[in-house]
């Protein structure tokens, strides 16, 4: 369990997340406005009547959109609502044209239900993070300070694309149920979870750096053992990991202070700095009631038949967790099945790598995590490198590996000679692995004859240690490896050499 030592007691956390994912689509939530918003599109130019609220225009409901919801309810192993309602958000700021945002009351069924997905827990085993509800909603547009030194500027090419945001779930009515997040690592492992979700199904490109994921953290704390739920805190708009992280143990700290100076904490709303790593009130934080939702008068109630969510079902790839599992059954940890599934690219070029031989896996997920993970600028993983320079770029693919791992198992080389071969590739030579260990005479003695000769030489030019050996420091042993592979310029095969020299040493 992650906890915080504090003056008196340990504190525990309690954390819950709301994130935001942009919904894959050509077309906005509510119009036919393109719902491409890239930063090199003019301001202003993706934008209809509807998503700017002219007078008389009516909100017409993408069909598509509601199809990726439901898909990534289905991912999410969530019930899908056959019956759910859009109301009118109410608030006010320049990023929203309409004065209102549309989006599905927390009191009425949302597209997407209760559900849950699973993440490595803290203590190394599988843990499933409930969730509560995942529904659609509009975005809003973006502003911006940075144009003008006395104005700022909107620009509503994003106001009306489709998000769907997914809530976490507290069952507080039974405290025994610890099935949500309770420590950043957790958190940032769900928050990974969701984004390869959503990439496996094609629902949203998740991708925190552009905006297209983002996260509300809500925090909590409690002394460790005790099951009240105390006041949470809303950090708002999370667009990285790392500060995600940052934010949570900051604001964990900020509360533990409070309690433990006599006071008591707001339900507040809060902002991160990136620059200081802290945390700051925003404003109260609001409740259901502030934003007097009602609904919209302008679209019907959204009906989802069963031959819709089978029709979708049927179209499912396999997801991360079914990845995992399969993963494990080739030979490989958990530990090592939850690094390869990090990404769908990655878990695809792990099934690539291992081809038709599962007896490859092993090594392929020891070669990768150890090695490929340290380079990834010299791996053939989608957008690892600058694809304007392809004609420079050092790559190793998946049948590189899979060759290499293949001549350790045939005993052509040794592992010296694949770590060898396995920088040279880094360093962009050419060639596949064979090449290169022909180029460069790095293929593996195996012929028992030649290296038991070096082992007679290596063991009649070092008696004094021969006799030491045989006295009990049986430790020398490693010594005289070394001299034989140093004799054989580091192609014998270990196995055999340990094997003769143990035979004769004795």
């Known amino acids: 369990m992650f906890t915080i030592k504090g003056k008196t007691t340990d504190w525990e956390l309690v954390i819950g997340l709301e994130t935001h994912i942009e919904v894959l689509s050509n077309r906005k939530l509510f119009s036919g406005a393109s719902a491409n918003y890239n930063p090199t599109i003019s301001p202003n130019t993706q934008v209809s009547m509807v998503d700017v609220a002219m007078p008389g225009m009516l909100p017409v409901l993408n069909e598509f959109c ?97 998000l769907l945001e997914i809530v976490t779930f507290l069952d507080t009515k039974n405290p025994e149920n610890n099935s949500y997040i309770t420590s950043p690592d957790e958190a940032e492992r769900y928050l990974r979870e969701i984004r390869e979700i959503a990439r496996a199904l094609g629902v949203s490109k998740a991708n925190m750096e552009e905006g297209s994921m983002r996260a509300d953290v809500n925090v909590s704390v409690r002394p460790v053992g005790s099951k009240e739920f105390r006041t949470r805190t809303e950090t708002k708009n999370m667009v990285s990991f790392k500060f995600i992280k940052s934010a949570i143990e900051y604001e964990a700290r900020r509360q533990i202070e409070i309690y433990e100076n006599g006071g008591t904490v ?85 099934d690539t790598a291992v081809g038709d031989k599962p007896e490859r896996a092993k090594q392929i997920a020891n070669w990768m995590i150890s090695e490929l993970f340290a380079h990834p600028e010299n791996w053939d993983i989608k957008n690892a490198v600058d694809t304007s320079n392809q004609g420079t770029a050092r790559i190793i693919t998946p049948e590189n590996l899979a060759e290499l791992v293949d001549m350790i198992s045939a005993s052509e080389i040794n592992g010296k000679q694949a770590k060898e071969i396995f920088i040279k590739m880094l360093d962009g030579e050419t060639g596949t692995p064979k090449e290169i260990a022909d180029r460069f005479g790095m293929k593996q003695i195996t012929d028992t004859g030649a290296i038991e000769k070096a082992v007679d030489d290596v063991i009649n030019a070092n008696q004094t240690q021969v006799e030491q050996y045989k006295s009990g420091k049986t430790g020398l042993l490693g010594f005289f490896v070394g001299a034989v592979m140093k004799a054989t310029g580091g192609k014998a095969n270990p196995a055999l050499v340990n094997e003769l020299l143990r035979k004769k040493l004795s």
Not at 76 to 102: C, H, T
Not at 279 to 289: F, H, P, Y
């Open 66 to 162: 509601v199809e990726q919801a439901i898909k990534m309810g289905l991912g999410l192993n969530a019930e899908i609502s056959k019956k759910s309602k859009f109301a009118r958000k109410q608030y006010f700021y320049p990023d929203l044209p309409q004065g209102y945002q549309i989006s599905q009351p927390a009191e009425e069924p949302p597209v997407v239900g209760r559900g849950w997905v699973e993440i490595m827990g803290d203590d190394g085993k599988p843990k499933k993070i409930l969730i509560e509800r995942a529904h659609l909603e509009q975005d809003a547009g973006k502003l911006k300070h940075d144009v003008h030194p006395t104005k700022s500027f909107a620009d509503y090419n994003r106001t009306g694309v489709a």
């Open 266 to 350: 707001s339900q507040d709303t809060m902002r991160y700095s990136q620059s200081e790593g802290t945390t700051s009130v925003m404003r109260s934080k609001e409740d259901a009631l502030d934003y007097r939702y009602f609904p919209d008068p302008d679209l019907l109630p959204l009906e989802i038949s069963e031959e819709t969510i089978e029709r979708i079902r049927s179209t499912m790839p396999e997801l991360p967790a079914a990845t995992r599992a399969r993963f494990i059954s080739l030979g490989l940890n958990e530990y090592d099945a939850a690094r390869l599934t990090e990404s769908t690219d990655i878990s695809k070029w792990f």
